[in-house]
């Protein structure tokens, strides 16, 4: 449930519906079904494997299967990337909390298509927010996360499942709505480009949290009896079942409510308040109880991810360089938060300055999930697949052989690890360069 937990954020509900509205709805959906199954699956594997067996964060875990070779740079790599991607992805945490805000007090009206640009253009409320939300990150990775967090999840995920089927249920019925299911449903596939390969591919490692060690390093707390397979596709599956409820929850609405598909980064935050007005028109009250479920929902769910993200970076301080709990997880805080606070500007004040033509928030985006989520990715598919002994991985698959199921199906795993994974990863990376 922590590692379905980690998976399911803000990359289901915020970032798959305006990446499929992005880079041409159905086709982007077709593209990445099929990268989630043949790729993301056996990277994540790949990192379980490597968890398990070292019963080590990333750095540890190198340093005990590879000892003084370069791979202690993958090991570096992965406590970076994750706070790279907590910087801007508690922005948008940020943007949650400000949207239970303002559920609790006042509700939806008829403001919903200027609240969001107004809000995140304004910075001290949006930094405000951000703030909050990194502390209560902080606060929770300060107390130790693994019995609340795990008790937490399985409380919270069931309840994020059936609000986003509310939601989805009363948004196919919006006057409008079948443009928005035809617009998930009917690939076209003249739209299909190696951009939509590269951004489908890095939109399933972002979901799945791929390629930075958090996966990893969750795996490293598994216990040597549970089934690495039956966990993976556990949280594999529940991740994309709520990719698409939510997918089917915003895109009939977006259309409804005459919003621009390809609007970016904002487009949830615009659509679902609409959504919540309309209700509220005819029944306030229920409108005011789901908006408010539903945001606390998603800030739940951000939150169960940024933990995952921080406890990498501070597991990483606390490990290695000997810091306190409470040193490592201050120091993770103020490097994330002036990140962070630069890529919330970027929405406002700073919305003028580009790195290699994308504001800072883009630029961050980008670079965690397209590249630096893919690299670290190709590293661990390699390392498994070439740099550990076959046995050796059959053995930490398998428990010792004692899976049926699981040495059956090594063989076609073990491929998609050694040849498969890397060749299509290489092939996308470079491409997308
Ligand atoms: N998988 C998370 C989401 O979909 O919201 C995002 C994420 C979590 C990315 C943890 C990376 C990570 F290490």
Redesign the pocket.
Same mark, same amino acid.
Not at 6 to 12: D, P, V
């Given at each position: 449930m922590a590692m379905a937990g980690?998976?399911?954020?803000?990359?289901?509900i915020w970032?798959f519906p305006y990446m499929v509205g992005q880079y041409g709805g159905a086709v982007f959906i077709v593209v990445y079904l099929t990268a989630c199954i043949f790729l993301s699956l056996p990277i994540l594997l790949s990192e379980s494997i490597i968890g398990r067996s070292t019963q080590s964060g990333t750095f540890g875990a190198m340093e005990k299967l590879a000892p003084g070779t370069a791979w202690k740079w993958l090991g570096l790599l992965t406590v970076f990337s994750?706070l790279i991607?907590l910087s801007f992805?508690s922005v948008v945490g940020g943007w949650s909390i400000e949207y239970l805000w303002q559920s609790v007090t006042s509700g939806f009206g008829d403001d919903v298509s200027t609240l969001f640009g107004s809000f995140i253009s304004a910075p001290w409320g949006a930094l405000a927010c951000h703030t909050i939300f990194l502390a209560l990150t902080a606060i929770i990775v300060l107390a130790g996360v693994k019995s609340g967090i795990e008790k937490f999840n399985k409380v919270s995920l069931p309840v994020l499942f059936i609000l986003i089927i509310v939601i989805m249920v009363y948004s196919l019925n919006l006057p409008g709505a079948s443009s928005g299911v035809s617009y998930m449903l009917k690939p076209d596939f003249s739209k299909l480009t190696p951009s939509v390969v590269a951004a489908a591919m890095g939109q399933s490692f972002?979901?799945?949290?791929l390629g @930075?060690g958090?996966i990893l390093t969750y795996s490293s707390y598994m216990k040597k009896s549970d089934n690495i397979l039956t966990t993976g596709l556990g949280s594999a599956g529940f991740d994309l079942l709520f990719a698409l409820l939510a997918g089917f929850a915003i895109m009939p609405a977006v259309f409804a409510a005459g919003i621009e598909p390809g609007a970016g980064p904002g487009l949830i935050f615009e659509t679902l308040p609409f959504i919540f007005a309309k209700m509220g028109a005819a029944a306030p009250v229920v409108s005011r109880i789901v908006s408010i479920l539903f945001f606390v929902t998603i800030v739940i769910a951000a939150l169960t991810?940024s933990i995952?993200?921080c406890e @990498?970076g501070v597991a990483y301080l606390v490990e290695e360089k000997g810091m306190s709990r409470l040193k490592a997880t201050l120091l993770i805080f103020a490097g994330t938060w002036t990140l962070g606070t630069l890529c919330s500007l970027s929405f406002g004040p700073l919305s003028e300055v580009h790195l290699f033509g994308d504001t800072i928030f883009d630029f961050c985006d980008k670079l965690t999930s397209n590249y630096l989520m893919t690299f670290g990715s190709l590293l661990f598919v390699l390392f498994v697949g070439w740099k550990m002994d076959r046995a050796a991985v059959c053995r930490e698959f398998t428990n010792n052989g004692t899976l049926r199921a699981n040495s059956f199906l090594f063989g076609l795993l073990y491929f998609l690890i050694r040849y498969i994974a890397p060749v299509v990863i290489l092939i996308i990376f470079v491409t997308s360069l």
């Open positions: 980690s998976a399911i954020g803000l990359g289901n970032r994750p991607i992805y972002f979901s799945l949290s @930075v958090t991810s995952s993200m @990498v």
